[in-house]
T-cell receptor, first 115, second 107 residues
C-alpha cells in the first residue's frame, strides 16, 4: 500500500528563484490538499482539488503561489519569486470523499529554505 | 472566523494518563480530527469524531461535544515514544488546525 509521496524532500533556493514541488496522492483518493507549516505552528491550508478541479484557492498566500492537478492524479505547487518568508514545510494530503474516508493522509513534506 | 485553541505544552510521566483539550469556534464543522506529529515528520492520523461522545482506539480515545465546541484526546499508559505534538483540526472540506500541543513524556 503506497502512501502519499512528495518530491523533493528538501529544497534550498535563493531569494527570487522559482520552485516547484510535486505530490503523488494515494491512488484511489480523489481529493488532494496542500498545506504549509512553519516551526511551532499547526499546518495552514492553502488549496485543494477534487479530481482535476481546484475547488478552493482563495487561501493561497499570494499570487506568487499556484497549484495544478492537470489529470486528476499528481499535483504540483509552484512558488514564484521566492522570499525568505516562504521558508517552511509544505505538506500534501489526500482523501476520499465521504464519511471516515474523508480522513486526510499526509505525505512526508517538502522542507523549503530560501536564502 | 476560525479559532481553535489547545495548550501549547504538557508534561506527563511514563505509564500515566494525559488529557489534551481542544476548544473551537468555526464557521463550518463536518468533524474533528486528532493527529500526532513527531519533530520533523508529517502528521499521522489518530482519530476522527463526527458525533458527540467518546471514540476509543487502543491507548488513545477522543471525545467530542459539538454543542460546547470542545474535544479532548486521552492517552493512556503513556510511553516515551508518545512524546510528540498533538494537533486538533476541524474539518470543513479543508482542515483548520490548532497550534498543536507539545507533549513531553518523562521517565
Amino acid at each position: 500500500d503506497t502512501g502519499v509521496s512528495q518530491d523533493p524532500r528538501h529544497k534550498i533556493t535563493k531569494r527570487g528563484q522559482n520552485v516547484t514541488f510535486r505530490c503523488d496522492p494515494i491512488s484511489e483518493h480523489n481529493r488532494l490538499y496542500w498545506y504549509r507549516q512553519t516551526l511551532g505552528q499547526g499546518p495552514e491550508f492553502l488549496t485543494y482539488f477534487q479530481n482535476e478541479a481546484q475547488l478552493e484557492k482563495s487561501r493561497l498566500l499570494s499570487d506568487r503561489f499556484s497549484a495544478e492537478r492537470p489529470k486528476g492524479s499528481f499535483s504540483t505547487l509552484e512558488i514564484q519569486r521566492t522570499e525568505q518568508g516562504d521558508s517552511a514545510m509544505y505538506l500534501c494530503a489526500s482523501s476520499s470523499l465521504s464519511g471516515r474516508g474523508k480522513t486526510q493522509y499526509f505525505g512526508p513534506g517538502t522542507r523549503l529554505l530560501v536564502l | 472566523g476560525q479559532n481553535i485553541d489547545q495548550p501549547t505544552e504538557m508534561t506527563a510521566t511514563e505509564g500515566a494518563i494525559v488529557q489534551i483539550n481542544c476548544t473551537y469556534q468555526t464557521s463550518g464543522f463536518n468533524g474533528l480530527f486528532w493527529y500526532q506529529q513527531h519533530a520533523g515528520e508529517a502528521p499521522t492520523f489518530l482519530s476522527y469524531n463526527v458525533l458527540d461522545g467518546l471514540e476509543e482506539k487502543g491507548r488513545f480515545s477522543s471525545f467530542l461535544s459539538r454543542s460546547k465546541g470542545y474535544s479532548y484526546l486521552l492517552l493512556k499508559e503513556l510511553q516515551m515514544k508518545d512524546s510528540a505534538s498533538y494537533l486538533c483540526a476541524v474539518e470543513d472540506n479543508m482542515l483548520t488546525f490548532g497550534g498543536g500541543t507539545r507533549l513531553m513524556v518523562k521517565p
